[in-house]
């Protein structure tokens, strides 16, 4: 076998993702990914076990089986598990001492677009080298290296994963803690918790009222969950709730609506776990982990309560990496990704949700109070999509940027960057003015659009 290069094609900041039976995700390319990944994870004599699971996506049906056949003709097992979040796989491949464990998803994005995340015993995500590794076999023959007939794997369904998922997560409440007389409206993005989330809720003793849990195959991420938190904002105020959680399309991420309708997003989330953890005795070490996109309001909260920020490029797997080299125990990111190592080693949704109903329970406040721990720096995001190159290169652009940054100084950030599982140019500016971000953004948008192909904001 060849020596592996270390360029990623395949693999972005969250795996294989685009759109489904397009390239990459084909059903060719699954398949191959399948034969790559289990004969790299074909480690021992034993025999090797892959944990498969999914979100609600029609083309999740497609996908599985074309993992599935490329998995058995490495001579791997497969555990098919079903529609369930992507942080279940990541214990379910730890619990079951699995080799390896996959997840079919493309988190918060449309229907149409799928994905494929890969993890490792450990359940972890895979580093950049494995992704690199694994994408190398796959250009290569591999039929020299595939399973003899008397090897091939074979393919079962783990009928009880649902409910070792439900109890994981409920273990992470301090003990004795239940939820009884809260009224939680709980939105699961018609995605893969749609079953766990609100049994979770219910057998810790809330009064659930649930929406986006009925997925059809297309419906998934739709005008819902943490990406469109306003029909959970309407249904708070109807139903008089206590709280509203939203989570994305396969559950690692969340977003809370309080009892006022107010959003109140990740780094207001992570604020509040660090300081009822630092609180507690909890908190081993005195720092937090957050992506460049944070806002400074959360820094400076932080610094006030003797902890440090530390800042990682955008995606949960290099927020993840920097807690494990720091041995932190709290990252997360402003678009709702928490990641407590405590509990598990991606993002949970559900289990960070679960810690701040504690808050809610132990210092009887109202979610309004509880949750806003600082005020934030007025900040503004734009999305903006093109077609092809690199509008971040152009002249135009880098101009527009330096002259951003002589405007803001020490009075704020402004970050340029292309999305890492889109064609999307998001611009993020903050400071202490708000017209002085306004305008800064107004100024960069116009510069990025004069060289993207395709030029409307995306809101």
Not at 266 to 276: C, E, F, K, M, R
Request: net charge negative; with cysteine; hydrophobic share 40%.
């Amino acid at each position: 076998m060849s020596k592996a290069s270390s360029t990623r094609r395949l693999f972005g900041t969250d795996g294989i993702r685009g759109l489904a039976n397009c390239f990459p995700m084909t059903i060719d390319i699954a398949q191959k990914l399948g034969q790559a990944a289990g004969i790299f994870f074909r480690r021992g004599d034993h025999r090797h076990r892959v944990v498969l699971g999914k979100d609600t996506r029609l083309s999740g049906y497609m996908l599985e089986n074309a993992l599935v056949s490329g998995f058995l003709s490495a001579g791997m097992d497969v555990t098919l598990v079903g529609p369930l979040p992507t942080p279940a796989i990541a214990m379910l491949t730890r619990s079951l001492r699995a080799d390896l464990g996959v997840m079919i998803s493309a988190s918060h994005n449309h229907f149409g677009d799928n994905g494929i995340k890969l993890f490792g015993p450990d359940g972890y995500k895979l580093s950049d080298e494995d992704e690199a590794r694994i994408e190398a076999l796959m250009a290569q023959d591999l039929s020299d290296y595939l399973a003899p007939p008397q090897d091939v794997g074979r393919a079962s369904r783990l009928n009880d994963a649902a409910g070792r998922y439900i109890e994981s997560a409920k273990t992470s409440l301090p003990n004795r803690c239940r939820l009884d007389g809260l009224k939680i409206v709980l939105d699961c993005a018609n995605g893969a918790a749609y079953r766990v989330g609100p049994t979770a809720l219910w057998e810790l003793g809330a009064d659930v009222v649930k929406i986006g849990c009925s997925p059809n195959g297309t419906n998934i991420n739709h005008r819902c969950g943490s990406t469109a938190p306003q029909r959970l904002r309407e249904a708070v105020l109807q139903e008089r709730a206590d709280i509203g959680i939203a989570l994305d399309g396969d559950a690692d991420r969340l977003i809370i609506i309080d009892e006022r309708g107010e959003t109140v997003d990740g780094d207001q989330v992570l604020a509040l776990i660090a300081s009822h953890w630092q609180n507690a005795g909890l908190l081993r070490s005195n720092n937090v982990v957050a992506t460049v996109m944070s806002n400074l309001g959360l820094e400076r909260f932080l610094q006030g309560q003797g902890l440090e920020l530390h800042r990682t490029a955008v995606g949960d797997r290099y927020v993840v990496e920097r807690m494990r080299s720091l041995g932190s125990q709290i990252g997360g990111e402003q678009s709702g990704h928490m990641v407590l190592s405590d509990y598990g080693t991606t993002g949970d949704g559900l289990v960070a949700a679960l810690q701040v109903l504690a808050v809610l329970v132990e210092t009887k406040k109202p979610a309004s109070e509880a949750c806003r721990m600082f005020t934030p720096f007025p900040q503004t995001l734009r999305s903006i999509r093109f077609s092809e190159g690199n509008p971040l290169q152009a002249d135009c652009v880098i101009d527009a940027q330096r002259h951003a940054e002589s405007q803001l100084q020490d009075r704020g950030r402004v970050l340029l960057r292309a999305s890492g599982t889109e064609p999307l140019i998001r611009i993020m500016v903050e400071a202490d003015d708000g017209q002085l971000v306004a305008s800064v953004a107004d100024a960069l948008t116009e510069a990025v659009e004069s060289v993207a192909r395709l030029s409307s904001p995306i809101k």
